[in-house]
Nanobody, 126 residues
Framework: QLQASGGGLVQAGGSLRLSCAASGFTYDDYVIGWFRQVPGKESEGVSCINSNDGSTYYLDSVKGRFTISSDNAKDTVYLQMNNLKPEDTAVYYC?????????????????????WGQGTQVTVSS
């Protein structure tokens, strides 16, 4: 299971750090991705990381503002979000896929992530 946390309400330009912790399995050999969804819109992959080699993927609109990292000892993946914008407002979910099935690393819809955590709300006010 995956447990996402760290969402909240911030003003534009502020920062939040999301965490995705695993229980019942380890992050070894997995790609962990962060996705977000706004009501009425399809979900989009924000960022993901291969826990083995550290390779990463970012949605163009978050490049330079968001940073994904993995602490394999804690089986936790973080998404540091800086310079947040109102358009970043969404429910953020983390998900996992076996790395052999998600190579090269990406979360742009080309792979189907099988394990999903509950969402955490991020709201950015203008």
């Amino acid at each position: 299971q995956l447990q996402a946390s760290g969402g909240g309400l911030v003003q534009a330009g502020g920062s939040l750090r999301l965490s995705c912790a695993a229980s019942g399995f380890t992050y070894d050999d997995y790609v962990i991705g962060w996705f977000r969804q706004v009501p009425g819109k399809e979900s989009e992959g924000v960022s993901c990381i291969n826990s083995n080699d550290g390779s990463t993927y970012y949605l163009d609109s978050v490049k330079g503002r968001f940073t994904i990292s993995s602490d394999n000892a804690k089986d936790t993946v973080y998404l540091q979000m800086n310079n947040l914008k109102p358009e970043d407002t969404a429910v953020y979910y983390c998900a996992a896929e076996y790395s052999a099935l998600a190579d090269p690393v990406a979360c742009d819809g080309r792979y189907e992530f099988d394990s999903w955590g509950q969402g955490t709300q991020v709201t950015v006010s203008s």
